[in-house]
């Protein structure tokens, strides 16, 4: 085995710290250029819970795709959005003691019965989903309209 000078350790601990340094900067950037292949609405629909699992006035938040789908069960029956805020992706959520779904980032508030905005800083209406129950499941898929 060679010896090794106290400078040379020095000077490869130098390079090795360069190196991690120079890798964790070009990871994120890299990953930014080539995203992983997750489609932004998936083309099946996607399981959400038991009809029975979710009464009148709950609602379930589910992994759809890129963003997550919010069904709400409501008297007038299922509704389902995109729970990516239209102002800036944020994820929406009811507000049972309202009645309506809200954004907590900057006080967005949307109608449960269209989506459509309340007050606040979105621009545009919820995405609509299409909610159905099949044999006791619910599922969510994209409007085909």
């Known amino acids: 085995m060679p010896d090794i000078t106290r400078r040379d350790f020095l000077k490869l601990m130098k390079g090795t710290g360069i190196a991690v340094c120079a890798g964790a900067v070009a990871a994120p950037v890299v990953a930014y250029f080539y995203p992983t292949d997750l489609e932004i609405y998936p083309a099946e629909p996607a399981f959400v819970c038991e009809a029975s699992e979710l009464p009148v006035g ?18 007038d029956g299922l509704k389902a959005y995109s729970a990516a805020c239209t102002h800036f992706a944020c994820t929406v959520k009811w507000n049972k003691e309202r009645g309506d779904i809200e954004c907590p980032c900057h006080d967005g508030y949307f109608r449960v019965e269209d989506g459509s905005v309340i007050s606040g800083p979105p621009p545009k209406p919820l995405l609509k989903l299409e909610a159905e129950t099949v044999e006791g499941k619910i599922y969510v898929k994209v409007s085909e309209a």
Request: a positive charge; aromatic letters at 12%.
């Open 58 to 75: 709950e609602a379930r938040t589910i992994p759809f795709g890129r963003y997550p789908a919010l069904v709400i069960n409501t008297p």
